[in-house]
């Protein structure tokens, strides 16, 4: 195990409330990524994180920030949670440089239920 | 943009049968792609990657096959296992990111 803990690891939220994941590596691998899994649409990227302070958006990134202010932790916050935001959410991390050849290790999800 | 498809949602096989995945692409040239397997309430564990210039690459029982011609990747399991029962995810390397395929659910029957 890459040691990654999500949490909190199930949460039930009311719309237009703020909501904070967080993900905590041990590995002090550089790369850390926010996914969203959705049934019927796979795996989507939301932020990533190329380094302490370094973020850029993903594919799904609006109605989401990051922030990264050690290697270790990488937050995800809704700014204002929505019902579309309904999903499980996972942390990922890479240690390699290259994206193309270096696999992920996922942390165990966050499902996150906006009511 | 890209899409990648995996052949079907779910597939049943018997014990002892080899199941063989299909992930398909466009839009994309993608230089490598990855395998992934997730079970029910857990992330995704890293199984396989192979290089646009390896037509296959084996590990224990399992074996990819990488066809940039027909944008196809086919996943094989032999003598498959109850315990290979998960889902099955193909990733496809972008800039900064893997594109992941939607997955196929394996279910190996004993």
């Known amino acids: 195990d890459a040691g990654i803990t999500q949490s909190p690891r199930h949460k039930v939220t009311e719309t237009g409330t703020p909501v904070t994941l967080r993900c905590h590596q041990t590995?002090?691998?550089?790369?850390m990524y926010w996914y969203r899994q959705d049934p019927g649409h796979g795996l989507r990227l939301i932020h990533y994180?190329?380094?302490?302070?370094?973020?850029d958006k993903g594919e799904v990134s609006d109605g989401y920030s990051v922030s990264r202010s050690k290697t270790e932790d990488f937050l995800l916050t809704l700014e204002s949670a929505t019902s579309s935001q309904t999903s499980v959410y996972f942390c990922?991390?890479?240690?390699?440089?290259?994206?193309?050849?270096?696999?992920?290790?996922f942390g165990e999800g966050s499902r996150l239920t906006v009511l | 943009s890209q899409k990648i498809e995996q052949n079907s949602e779910a597939l049943n096989i018997q014990e002892g049968k080899t199941a063989t995945l299909t992930c398909n692409y466009t839009?994309?040239?993608?230089?490598?792609l990855q395998w992934y397997r997730q079970d029910p309430g857990r992330g995704p564990v890293f199984l396989l990657l192979?290089?646009?210039?390896?037509k296959e690459k084996r590990k224990e029982r399992l074996k990819v096959t990488f066809d940039t011609t027909l944008k196809q990747s086919l996943f094989h399991i032999t003598a498959s296992q109850p315990a290979d029962s998960a889902t099955y995810l193909c990733?496809?390397?972008?800039?900064?990111?893997?594109?992941f395929g939607t997955g196929t659910r394996l279910t190996v029957i004993p």
């Open positions: 990922a991390t890479r240690q390699g440089r290259e994206v193309n050849t270096g696999e992920l290790f």
């Open positions: 192979i290089r646009e210039n390896e």
């Open positions: 994180s190329y380094g302490v302070k370094d973020t």
């Open positions: 990733a496809l390397a972008g800039a900064n990111n893997l594109f």
């Open positions: 839009n994309y040239s993608p230089a490598y």
């Open positions: 590995e002090n691998h550089r790369y």
